[in-house]
């Protein structure tokens, strides 16, 4: 039943296998950028989980080093987390 409302599909890492071998691509002129809004578009396609063992402001700033974006976590207090955000706004 619940396959039935699903409209899409997808794969996930164990349906996939890349094998080392020459190409032909050259790395720095891929484009693997990707829009996430009307507004803000991702250098690389990838966003942190707002996980407490996961996403503070270390990874947020990582993440952003590289053109992603990190979700500061909600298991703070508010002033923890505005902490965390200023941290990675500097």
Not at 9 to 19: A, H, I, K, Q, Y
Not at 45 to 69: C, N, Q, R
């Amino acid at each position: 039943m619940f396959e039935d409302k699903i409209s899409y599909s997808g794969v996930t890492f164990d349906d996939v296998l890349l094998e080392p071998r020459y190409s032909e691509v050259v790395p720095s002129e891929v484009d693997v950028s990707s829009q996430l809004t009307q507004r803000i578009r991702l250098q690389i396609p990838l966003l942190s989980s707002p996980m407490d063992t996961v996403t503070e402001a270390e990874m947020a700033i990582g993440l952003a080093k590289e053109g992603g974006l990190g979700i500061i976590h909600k298991n703070l207090s508010t002033e923890s987390q505005t902490e965390e955000v200023l941290k990675v706004k500097r």
